[in-house]
């Protein structure tokens, strides 16, 4: 018998009369586990077959429960297939006899859904709360619309930044309240080539666009600062490009910036008499030095003065380094194996590196420049490809940056001078700088524990967040994660995190680009994005709008001194 001819007692005839566009109900679960949510069956009155429903269903969507006198919000944490007769995976239907599947299909075999209620709103709440409780059994569920996700994540505004869609939901914005971004250290986690590097710089696009916030941004792989291309060949604009008057590009290596058509603003160089212990101290795992051999480079700049690393590489004058192996106060294998080590440090291994003072001060540069409100993009060229470099130079500006925001915090503290403009800090390869073993010591461990105290915060983008402290990791407030597949990485992304659990299987879930699960400070709930295009779009939504407004500042400015 065809289909055609049981159209004629009405067992697949389409209806006329409109569905509800519930998709099942709630059955069972519990707040800390996640709630069970059943399906409906196939609704082929409707022209809706068997089986549709749960295809149409996807790891990381939204749903919204209607409870008795709540609305809840929720996300899909997992999708199961189940059925009333405990018979029927023993005897399931041919798979030629498309009859029986679709009957039973519509009444005894049914998909399941794992879902964790995240908001909810009620008559007395204007907009979405945490949930603390959850809703009632065969309250009805339903897929999220445009509208239910615009009330959650609100609209795009001067503090709100488009960073996405929600998956199957092309055209909705999810946006990133950038205020509250900016109040905690925030990461970007990712494995190699999940697109880490465009999700960031959308990231700072916005925080520039909005001024919630001024960057300095060690550009490791001269991603940020001027033109990238991806590995199509597509070409890309920078920071600098997009904000013409309200980002600078400050470089190590002047000529690859050139070679690559970067417009710079300044040449960074650092004096080895600047180079204290503690810069060094940090490149303890990267040059391999032990305990003793860091303990012994504060002995040698107590007596050596500030040109302890020169008269360390000092080939023709030794006497003090000789002086010192004959009083016994460093033992000779310690000191030998340090300056094979200092090596590196030589300027003619390093460029950037010159004898004694470099010609001008580029950290008070480089501060005042912050202080103004202009975002610094710091390019390492051929340099970034070696660690120590970018460690040693990352170290080093930092701790001298925030000393300076220390001091003038404090000042205004007491009254005797302004506020430092909130300063946030973009660091690659971060596990590098917060490595559990030295964490506690550095500077970088130090901001990310100081949640803004010093109007200081970290940005960090890393592929391996199981190598960051976890200590740290906890005071990271947003975290946006792409594809990660090393079951220590995603441990480490949920570390502090309710309702962790219920999550990793979406995160595990998530294409190889372009995808992110978002969490945290800076969104309401969690969220799987489709993440916008770094495109035309994109480039028309900033159109310098850092310099625009500083144009309408100095315009009212001269106004009212007029007046």
């Known amino acids: 018998m065809t289909d055609s001819e049981l159209d004629k007692f009405g067992i697949f005839k389409k209806s006329d009369a409109p569905r509800d566009n519930s998709i099942g109900i709630v059955i069972g679960g519990s707040l800390s586990k ?43 944490t997992d999708i199961s297939l189940d059925s009333n007769n405990p018979d029927l ?50 309250s009805k569920v339903y897929e999220a619309t445009p509208q239910d996700v615009n009330l959650v994540f609100g609209q795009e505004d001067a503090s709100h930044w488009h960073i996405g869609s929600p998956l199957d ?52 792989h001269n991603d940020y600062g001027w033109a990238v291309r991806d590995e199509h060949g597509r070409e890309y604009k920078g920071l600098r490009q997009l904000f013409t008057s309200g980002v600078q590009v400050i470089t190590l290596d002047p000529e690859t ?111 005042n420049a912050l202080n103004r409100g202009t975002n610094i993009v710091l390019e390492f060229g051929v340099y ?26 404090n000042k205004a503290a007491g009254q005797v001078g302004e506020e430092p403009k909130p300063l946030v800090i973009t660091i ?16 970088f461990g130090n901001i990310a524990r100081e949640l803004r105290k010093y109007n200081v915060t970290l940005l960090i983008v890393d592929q391996r967040p199981s190598g960051i402290d976890d200590e740290v990791m906890s005071q990271i407030g947003t975290r946006v994660t792409c594809l990660l597949d090393n079951e220590a990485d995603i441990k480490a992304v949920f570390s502090g995190v309710s309702g962790a659990g219920q999550l990793r299987e979406v995160l595990a879930r998530l294409d190889t680009q372009q995808q992110a699960l978002i969490l945290g400070h800076a969104v309401p709930m969690p969220v799987v994005v489709k993440t916008r295009d770094y495109d ?9 709008s850092v310099g625009t407004s500083r144009k309408h500042a100095e315009r009212k400015k001269a106004i009212d001194g007029e007046e």
Do not use: C
């Open 257 to 367: 910036s050139r070679h690559r058509g970067s417009k710079v603003d300044g040449t960074l160089q650092i004096g080895l008499d600047q180079i204290e212990p503690e810069d060094v101290e940090m490149l303890a795992g990267v040059f391999g030095l032990s305990d003793v051999q860091v303990g012994a480079l504060y002995y040698l700049r107590r007596k050596l003065g500030k040109q302890w690393i020169a008269q360390l590489l000092d080939e023709h004058d030794t006497a003090a380094v000789d002086e010192l192996e004959e009083a016994e106060k460093v033992q000779k294998g310690t000191l030998r194996a340090i300056q094979r080590k200092f090596e590196m440090f030589r300027p003619d291994r390093m460029g950037f590196i010159r004898n004694g003072m470099p010609p001008d001060d580029m950290v008070d540069y480089i501060f």
């Open 536 to 544: 035309e779009k994109l480039y028309e939504a900033v159109v310098d």
């Open 428 to 443: 690659e390869e971060a596990h590098k700088f917060l490595d559990p073993d030295i964490a506690q010591h550095t500077i």
């Open 169 to 220: 939901m092309e055209g909705v914005k999810v946006n990133l309240d950038l205020k509250r971004f900016v109040e905690r250290s925030s990461g970007v986690f990712g494995k190699s080539g999940t697109g880490k590097s465009f999700i960031t710089r959308t990231i700072l696009a916005g925080i520039i666009k909005a001024q919630s916030a001024v960057n300095l941004i060690f550009d490791m």
């Open 384 to 409: 970034g490809n070696t660690l120590a470099a970018y460690v040693l130079v990352a170290n080093f500006l930092t701790r001298r940056i925030h000393a300076k925001y220390v001091d003038k915090k």
């Open 34 to 76: 996640g709630l069970d949510v059943r399906l409906d069956f196939g609704d082929v009155e409707h022209g809706v077959p068997a089986g549709k429903i749960i295809e149409d269903m996807a790891v990381g969507k939204y749903v919204v429960i209607g409870g008795k006198s709540k609305k809840f919000f929720a996300i899909v």
């Open 89 to 138: 995976p023993k005897a399931p239907p041919d798979p030629d006899d498309t009859f029986t599947a679709d009957v039973y299909g519509s009444s005894i075999a049914f998909g399941r859904l794992q879902v964790s209620p995240m908001l909810l709103m009620d008559e007395e709440s204007k907009e979405p709360r945490p949930v603390k409780t959850i809703p009632a059994h065969f």
